[in-house]
């Protein structure tokens, strides 16, 4: 509608004032008269049966308000249910009790919890728990875990086998028989701690007089917690509240239902009074999940001139000690396996998951879910056989690459990709980075005796989980599809409600910027109302970057609604056919009498007031509209790293990063650039610096920030980004999702720079994280030096 289009425009955020000034409101901030808080007694065993519990010197103690145990709870509150039951694939259900009865299964299972008056008599309280532990055996590794022998975590899972999935397109045992070469490599996708800014945290009230629950609550999807609430808690679901205002990210791991909440829940129905618990941060690196953590033996096959004509996975999945109420077996199963083929024209595709469970914290999404594990390993994947092959990988991706006149194209897996032109992608990150030019600095370098490389990533995702219809077949227990509603009040400011819950997205950003495009509207007068599910009809929430492409659309549609009932009345108004009405910069004329005409505002008041409407038509300029997309969308993109390692400590700097990145129509640029800075920062983290490592008695020794490495400022190269627009079918809008992006596509890119700057030492693997000590080791390893032990 508006002449200036606010699609494409570079908003500020409009929520990050009240961050940066400190008045933003998160779980944490809020303060209930009455307020006791909870802390929770965690186990130190990765695996023990619990002997006996002596709570009664915690409960003894001088504002302890109540201690609960496993037996406290049991029968009284549910289980904790998965919610990916991945069909055809043998798939188990063990117990997952919010607090453990008679087994510790992980070291950080919950054992006790306390409710007291202050945080810190709770924390004391905790110190007087006698607990009498019998240590059991252990194991952490996911391979480890189905072998003959292995210790047992569930005596209903065999083997700890959790499933055993498999799909299968083509027919990948002629391509492999018939393959002139085949390349094979083991990839470890380790363990990551995805350490959102703000921990998890919940604050419980229950009022007793009317039977309903209000929960402040760190979580991603608040409808969807609201359900598990009250399946878990026996409360009827029209009597709970879920408010999720201001989430300090997310990455995934506020997607699941954790046994803390549901135990708060418990402790403001037991005590009526309002409970609060807030997790520190060594809380969040055992009790939150975990994402990766994966193992995979990958072969490819292909012909002498470079065709792929197969590509074959076996991976075992570290489920960790229980399916966590969240993705969890969805991420390494459809959302790995159906995109291991990547951009790639690959006719033949057999992959095959074992999910291991483990003592270890369960795992679950973190930031791409899948799609990064399988873009991984693809993308190494064509690396290794350019360098088989002594082709440079740019010209085998050229060779393999799905032609631009292809889509929509069907993949090995059965996906179907709807849009996209990876070779204009490509195009653009090569001038970029002046391909050319650096080949030929690459080896006046190599002459010198320095190592820098190039690293290539032309990614492919599907994201915007859908559609709803699809979700019973992959065996995940929950709609997608979204709601939005559009209100025009009589003072013709809007109030836009969203099922989608952002967590730094900026979401009340670019839903303003929507709706200002279409109504003429500024976009100042827009408040975007979202994670208030008695506000809010309902929502599926914000994770998989369906936020805009779902959310978004949605808001769209009643928008555009909005705009047709705008325009029939402004029709009656001036006396025309609405087919006559133009919609210009929130004024309404008919065609070729611009002089007279009412503006957005004038509509709304006439709207509302109902005096003079046309016959037929109901009060108010309310809209709502319900979007459930028939396919993901799908954003693709080219990453390339340039880096350079210093052979004698192994360091690793980046010289160069450059991304062109493709999600459909933009709305905000500014928004879309951050995402992507985010997304290849964290995928920089996996490739270089991050890794959870548990010792073999189950310990997390790398259970704080002095152990974990998250990359700094310092360590997170200039971003030279740029971008090709191919629309989204599938969106109203012609947007996709961009949140997951650059995660996707950032690790492989790093580590195919780092092997190829090695590539003149015979190095042509390396586990990640590349940290300096297993680079230098490989470089003696490969020199045959003494010191490559």
């Given at each position: 509608?508006?002449?200036?289009?606010?699609?494409?425009?570079?908003?500020?955020?409009?929520?990050?004032?009240?961050?940066?000034?400190?008045?933003?409101?998160?779980?944490?901030?809020?303060?209930?008269?009455?307020?006791?808080?909870?802390?929770?007694?965690?186990?130190?065993?990765?695996?023990?049966?619990?002997?006996?519990?002596?709570?009664?010197?915690?409960?003894?103690?001088?504002?302890?308000?109540?201690?609960?145990?496993?037996?406290?709870?049991?029968?009284?509150?549910?289980?904790?249910?998965?919610?990916?039951?991945?069909?055809?694939?043998?798939?188990?259900?063990?117990?997952?009790?919010?607090?453990?009865?008679?087994?510790?299964?992980?070291?950080?299972?919950?054992?006790?919890?306390?409710?007291?008056?202050?945080?810190?008599?709770?924390?004391?309280?905790?110190?007087?728990?006698?607990?009498?532990?019998?240590?059991?055996?252990?194991?952490?590794?996911?391979?480890?875990?189905?072998?003959?022998?292995?210790?047992?975590?569930?005596?209903?899972?065999?083997?700890?086998?959790?499933?055993?999935?498999?799909?299968?397109?083509?027919?990948?045992?002629?391509?492999?028989?018939?393959?002139?070469?085949?390349?094979?490599?083991?990839?470890?996708?380790?363990?990551?701690?995805?350490?959102?800014?703000?921990?998890?945290?919940?604050?419980?009230?229950?009022?007793?007089?009317?039977?309903?629950?209000?929960?402040?609550?760190?979580?991603?999807?608040?409808?969807?917690?609201?359900?598990?609430?009250?399946?878990?808690?026996?409360?009827?679901?029209?009597?709970?509240?879920?408010?999720?205002?201001?989430?300090?990210?997310?990455?995934?791991?506020?997607?699941?239902?954790?046994?803390?909440?549901?135990?708060?829940?418990?402790?403001?129905?037991?005590?009526?009074?309002?409970?609060?618990?807030?997790?520190?941060?060594?809380?969040?690196?055992?009790?939150?999940?975990?994402?990766?953590?994966?193992?995979?033996?990958?072969?490819?096959?292909?012909?002498?001139?470079?065709?792929?004509?197969?590509?074959?996975?076996?991976?075992?999945?570290?489920?960790g000690a229980y399916t966590s109420t969240g993705p969890a077996a969805g991420v390494p199963t459809w959302l790995f396996g159906l995109v291991v083929p990547g951009a790639y024209t690959i006719p033949n595709a057999q992959i095959e998951v074992i999910g291991?469970?483990?003592?270890?914290?369960?795992?679950?999404?973190?930031?791409?879910?899948?799609?990064?594990?399988?873009?991984?390993?693809?993308?190494?994947?064509?690396?290794?056989?350019?360098?088989?092959?002594?082709?440079?990988?740019?010209?085998?991706?050229?060779?393999?690459?799905?032609?631009?006149?292809?889509?929509?194209?069907?993949?090995?897996?059965?996906?179907?990709?709807?849009?996209?032109?990876?070779?204009?992608?490509?195009?653009?990150?090569?001038?970029?980075?002046?391909?050319?030019?650096?080949?030929?600095?690459?080896?006046?370098?190599?002459?010198?005796?320095?190592?820098?490389?190039?690293?290539?990533?032309?990614?492919?995702?599907?994201?915007?989980?859908?559609?709803?219809?699809?979700?019973?077949?992959?065996?995940?227990?929950?709609?997608?599809?979204?709601?939005?509603?559009?209100?025009?009040?009589?003072?013709?400011?809007?109030?836009?409600?969203?099922?989608?819950?952002?967590?730094?997205?900026?979401?009340?950003?670019?839903?303003?910027?929507?709706?200002?495009?279409?109504?003429?509207?500024?976009?100042?007068?827009?408040?975007?109302?979202?994670?208030?599910?008695?506000?809010?009809?309902?929502?599926?929430?914000?994770?998989?970057?369906?936020?805009?492409?779902?959310?978004?659309?949605?808001?769209?549609?009643?928008?555009?609604?909005?705009?047709?009932?705008s325009k029939k009345l402004a029709a009656h108004l001036l006396e025309a056919a609405p087919e006559d009405i133009v919609a210009e910069n929130g004024k309404f004329f008919v065609a070729g009498s611009p002089g007279k005409s009412f503006s957005i505002q004038d509509i709304a008041l006439q709207a509302n007031l109902a005096w003079n409407l046309?016959?037929?038509?109901?009060?108010?300029?309310?809209?709502?509209?319900?979007?459930?997309?028939?396919?993901?969308?799908?954003?693709?993109?080219?990453?390339?790293?340039?880096?350079?390692?210093?052979?004698?400590?192994?360091?690793?700097?980046?010289?160069?990063?450059?991304?062109?990145?493709?999600?459909?129509?933009?709305?905000?640029?500014?928004?879309?650039?951050?995402?992507?800075?985010?997304?290849?920062?964290?995928?920089?983290?996996?490739?270089?610096?991050?890794?959870?490592?548990?010792?073999?008695?189950?310990?997390?020794?790398?259970?704080?920030?002095?152990?974990?490495?998250?990359?700094?400022?310092?360590?997170?190269?200039?971003?030279?980004?740029?971008?090709?627009?191919?629309?989204?079918?599938?969106?109203?809008?012609?947007?996709?999702?961009?949140?997951?992006?650059?995660?996707?596509?950032?690790?492989?890119?790093?580590?195919?720079?780092?092997?190829?700057?090695?590539?003149?030492?015979?190095?042509?693997?390396?586990?990640?994280?590349?940290?300096?000590?297993?680079?230098?080791?490989?470089?003696?390893?490969?020199?045959?030096?003494?010191?490559?032990?």
């Amino acid at each position: 509608m508006a002449a200036t289009s606010m699609i494409g425009a570079a908003v500020k955020r409009r929520e990050d004032p009240r961050f940066i000034t400190g008045h933003g409101q998160y779980t944490d901030d809020i303060k209930l008269p009455g307020m006791v808080h909870m802390a929770i007694l965690r186990s130190p065993y990765a695996h023990a049966r619990i002997k006996s519990i002596d709570t009664s010197k915690a409960k003894a103690m001088a504002g302890v308000r109540a201690v609960y145990t496993g037996k406290d709870l049991e029968g009284k509150v549910g289980n904790m249910p998965p919610v990916f039951i991945i069909p055809d694939a043998n798939f188990k259900t063990p117990a997952y009790p919010v607090i453990a009865i008679d087994t510790v299964r992980y070291t950080g299972d919950q054992v006790a919890v306390v409710v007291a008056d202050s945080p810190a008599i709770a924390r004391d309280a905790l110190d007087q728990i006698d607990v009498d532990y019998e240590p059991l055996p252990v194991v952490v590794n996911e391979e480890e875990a189905v072998k003959p022998g292995a210790p047992q975590l569930h005596s209903d899972v065999p083997d700890n086998v959790l499933f055993h999935w498999k799909i299968a397109g083509g027919d990948p045992d002629a391509a492999f028989q018939n393959a002139e070469v085949v390349i094979k490599e083991r990839f470890i996708q380790q363990r990551l701690i995805p350490n959102a800014m703000e921990p998890r945290s919940a604050v419980a009230r229950w009022d007793p007089g009317t039977g309903e629950l209000t929960i402040w609550h760190t979580t991603q999807n608040p409808h969807i917690t609201r359900f598990v609430f009250s399946l878990l808690n026996g409360i009827p679901e029209n009597k709970i509240r879920v408010i999720s205002r201001d989430v300090g990210g997310g990455f995934g791991s506020k997607i699941d239902t954790y046994p803390s909440d549901v135990v708060a829940i418990f402790a403001t129905r037991d005590l009526g009074l309002p409970v609060k618990w807030v997790e520190d941060r060594r809380e969040n690196f055992v009790g939150t999940i975990h994402g990766r953590a994966q193992t995979q033996e990958a072969e490819l096959a292909a012909t002498r001139d470079g065709k792929i004509t197969g590509v074959r996975v076996k991976s075992y999945a570290n489920m960790g000690a229980y399916t966590s109420t969240g993705p969890a077996a969805g991420v390494p199963t459809w959302l790995f396996g159906l995109v291991v083929p990547g951009a790639y024209t690959i006719p033949n595709a057999q992959i095959e998951v074992i999910g291991a469970m483990t003592n270890t914290t369960p795992t679950s999404a973190y930031r791409g879910a899948g799609r990064p594990e399988a873009s991984y390993l693809i993308e190494r994947m064509v690396d290794r056989l350019a360098g088989e092959l002594g082709m440079d990988p740019v010209e085998l991706r050229r060779k393999n690459l799905i032609p631009a006149d292809a889509f929509p194209y069907t993949s090995a897996t059965g996906l179907v990709y709807d849009s996209g032109n990876y070779q204009a992608a490509l195009d653009k990150a090569l001038a970029m980075v002046g391909y050319d030019s650096f080949r030929q600095e690459q080896r006046q370098q190599r002459q010198q005796g320095k190592y820098v490389g190039i690293g290539f990533s032309t990614y492919m995702e599907c994201c915007g989980l859908a559609p709803s219809r699809l979700m019973d077949d992959i065996g995940f227990q929950a709609g997608q599809w979204e709601v939005g509603t559009v209100r025009l009040l009589a003072t013709g400011k809007a109030i836009v409600l969203t099922g989608t819950s952002p967590h730094g997205q900026g979401e009340e950003t670019t839903f303003a910027q929507i709706v200002s495009d279409k109504l003429g509207l500024p976009i100042e007068d827009i408040e975007v109302v979202h994670g208030d599910t008695g506000a809010i009809s309902m929502g599926w929430g914000t994770y998989g970057s369906r936020g805009n492409a779902v959310g978004g659309s949605a808001v769209y549609l009643a928008t555009e609604k909005v705009l047709e009932k705008s325009k029939k009345l402004a029709a009656h108004l001036l006396e025309a056919a609405p087919e006559d009405i133009v919609a210009e910069n929130g004024k309404f004329f008919v065609a070729g009498s611009p002089g007279k005409s009412f503006s957005i505002q004038d509509i709304a008041l006439q709207a509302n007031l109902a005096w003079n409407l046309p016959d037929g038509m109901a009060p108010g300029l309310e809209e709502n509209s319900f979007f459930d997309p028939l396919n993901f969308v799908f954003p693709f993109g080219t990453h390339i790293c340039v880096a350079e390692v210093d052979a004698e400590t192994g360091e690793t700097k980046i010289l160069r990063y450059i991304a062109v990145d493709d999600c459909g129509v933009v709305i905000n640029p500014t928004i879309v650039d951050g995402q992507i800075h985010g997304g290849i920062a964290q995928g920089i983290g996996q490739a270089l610096y991050e890794h959870a490592i548990y010792d073999e008695n189950g310990n997390l020794i790398t259970g704080s920030m002095m152990d974990y490495v998250v990359p700094n400022a310092r360590q997170i190269p200039f971003m030279e980004l740029d971008r090709t627009v191919t629309p989204a079918p599938q969106t109203p809008h012609g947007a996709k999702g961009i949140g997951e992006a650059g995660t996707i596509a950032s690790t492989q890119a790093v580590v195919n720079a780092v092997v190829d700057a090695l590539a003149p030492l015979g190095i042509k693997n390396l586990d990640m994280p590349l940290t300096p000590e297993r680079v230098w080791h490989a470089i003696q390893q490969a020199r045959g030096g003494s010191n490559g032990h």
